[in-house]
């Protein structure tokens, strides 16, 4: 038989052994709560760091949209500038030739094949020939070819050419040389790209 002593030996062994062993569960339990908890918080910080880069990301992605828009925006008005700026500056030179060309010799010519083409839409004692005020100097001339009607100056009429209208034909028609000179407008802005409003 076991001696008293030995006995509360033992039994003190086996609660030490027992509480060991309880340690060790308690402690691998713990271990196994703090990596559950760990990876919860890792992919709890991983969600939300997704969602903040996803957010600055379109964020930034919003500025340099805008940013891209305003730089094309400016840059297409300096483009409609400049292209309006030239087709100005090409129409001002095509007038100034244009109204050179009332001083030629060959102006008179040109307002007599004009009158030709025309004339005979216009046959009728009530037609009017409009000529610029500069030109009525040559209103007999362009009358005899006409046939009939009479001639009237017209202030409208910027640098030359002619208009003739008939009340009773209820006809009119416009060759001057600023008509002629905005259909070569409509061609430029039609054949060159200047696709803009003109003033």
């Not at 004692?125 to 100097?137: E, G, R, V």
Request: contains cysteine; aromatic residues 6%; proline residues 3%.
């Amino acid at each position: 038989m076991l001696e008293p002593q030995d006995r509360m030996n033992k039994f003190l062994d086996a609660i030490e052994k027992e509480a060991q062993d309880k340690r060790k569960a308690i402690g691998a339990e713990l271990d196994r709560r703090y990596q559950t908890e760990v990876a919860k918080a890792q992919k709890a910080a991983n969600v939300e760091a997704a969602a903040v880069l996803k957010k600055e990301t379109a964020r930034i992605n919003e500025v340099n949209n805008a940013r891209v828009a305003e730089f094309t925006t400016a840059l297409r008005t300096k483009l409609s500038g400049q292209r309006t700026q030239i087709l100005r500056d090409i129409l001002e030179q095509a007038g100034n030739k244009l109204a050179a060309f009332t001083k030629t010799e060959d102006y008179l010519p040109f307002l007599e094949e004009s009158l030709k083409v025309l004339a005979p839409s216009f046959q009728s004692p009530d037609t009017i020939l409009f000529l610029h005020p500069n030109d009525m100097k040559l209103a007999d001339t362009l009358l005899s070819l006409l046939g009939c009607g009479r001639a009237e100056p017209d202030e409208t009429i910027r640098w030359g050419g002619l208009k003739l209208r008939s009340e009773a034909l209820r006809r009119a028609a416009d060759d001057t040389l600023e008509t002629r000179l905005l259909e070569q407008r409509e061609w430029l802005k039609a054949n060159c790209n200047l696709s803009i409003s003109l003033s």
